[in-house]
């Protein structure tokens, strides 16, 4: 994995643009500029780590952000079971 990361930042260093997929999110926060957040197949945030920890109200990791940015998008369970 030290490997992979290492070139995905030096290619990112010389301006190579990446798009990565991962359910890692600590690796996301970890090399990526810019995150987005999918929720049921739909965009719901895009920022940089800072960004989106400032729009939760959250400091700590990015899986809290996840889980608070993915909670507001989803319905409440009432409106699922009506």
Known sequence: IRIVKDLLKERSAAGTTIFMSTHTLAIAEELADRIGIISRG?????????????????????EEV??????????AYGEIAS
């Open 42 to 62: 739909e965009l719901i945030a895009l920022g940089t780590a800072g960004e989106l920890k400032a729009r939760v109200g959250h400091d700590g990791n990015l």
């Open 66 to 75: 996840f889980l608070k940015l993915t909670e507001e998008a989803q319905p």
